[in-house]
């Protein structure tokens, strides 16, 4: 009986702490899910960025450079988490791009977006022929479309608002607006200043207002002009960049440029990943590395 009595001990014991173990992991995932995510994930020199709305719906916009990207989603998605909605490829460049192949290879992903410029890349073949294989539809990215992401967090493309087939990479990155409620991102890619004058051209300033600029290029000079960053009035802007990268971004211009619109600069070779939550009026800063 004594031994009968601690196996059914055993087991009940067991059995509770499964159970809230189950229960606290949902509780993480109810109030992941009241707010707006979005994360710029610290892969060293490129681009990788994860959106999750109030409801669930997860976006990666840019995978980074090779070998860089699996870890640092492995830290802001839930465990056991292997699907995407979408991803997005701003642009066919390998530091935005070649993560993706590790992304397609572990996760599900539901659509491709991207913005239909002719290149040669290995890289940006080998992501088409994955595709094609796993039959995920690829959508070309035009201005006037809007991604309802749901809980009323939307992203809305504002360029390419033509055919950029021909175009040089950077001047055709799409670029978008992530916004819910009272919370705004401008993610640019590495769009060009002559890709922000024809954005300016077609907006207006307080649709343009964001609570955050995504600096285009890695803080490159070639973008973030100061007519574009005056409009868009950001009050932080995000620069991803590797530590000490042979290219000196962000340029000391760009940083200049921002300070005087007292904006908040955040930086991944500084501060590791920076993720940004918000419940639609007010954002709040979490960092690792």
């Known amino acids: 009986m004594h031994k009968k009595y601690r196996k059914y001990v055993r087991f009940y014991i067991i059995a509770i702490l499964v159970c809230l173990v189950a229960f606290l992991f949902s509780l993480d995932l109810r109030d992941s899910h009241r707010f707006l995510t979005f994360a710029m994930l610290d892969i060293g020199q490129g681009d990788a960025l994860f959106i999750e709305s109030p409801t669930g719906t997860q976006v990666l916009v840019d995978g980074g450079p090779p070998r860089k990207i699996l870890g640092h989603l492995a830290k802001v998605m839930p465990p056991f988490d292997r699907t995407l909605d979408a991803i997005v490829m701003t642009h066919p460049d390998a530091d935005h791009i070649s993560g993706f192949l590790d992304v397609l290879t572990i996760y599900q992903v539901g659509k491709i977006f991207e913005p239909g410029i002719a290149t040669d890349s290995k890289i940006y073949h080998d992501i088409e022929k994955i595709a094609e294989e796993k039959n995920i539809p690829s959508i070309l990215a035009k201005r006037g479309m809007r991604l309802n992401l749901g809980g009323g967090a939307v992203l809305d493309i504002l360029f390419p608002d033509r055919d950029v087939y021909e175009w040089e990479t950077n001047a055709g990155s799409i670029v978008a607006k992530l916004s819910y409620g009272d919370t705004s991102v401008m993610l640019t890619g590495d769009a060009t200043i002559d890709t922000e004058k024809i954005i300016l051209s077609e907006n207006g300033a307080d649709y343009l207002r964001s609570t955050v600029l995504k600096a285009g290029h890695h803080g490159s000079r070639t973008s973030s002009s100061k007519e574009f960053v005056k409009i868009v009035a950001p009050q932080y802007a995000f620069i991803s960049a590797g530590k000490d990268n042979r290219y000196g971004h962000p340029h000391q ?20 990943t920076i993720i940004m939550k918000s419940d639609g009026k007010k954002e709040t800063f979490s960092f690792y590395k």
């Open 253 to 272: 211009e760009v940083l200049d440029i921002l300070k005087e619109a007292h904006a908040d600069i955040l930086r991944t070779d500084v501060l590791g």
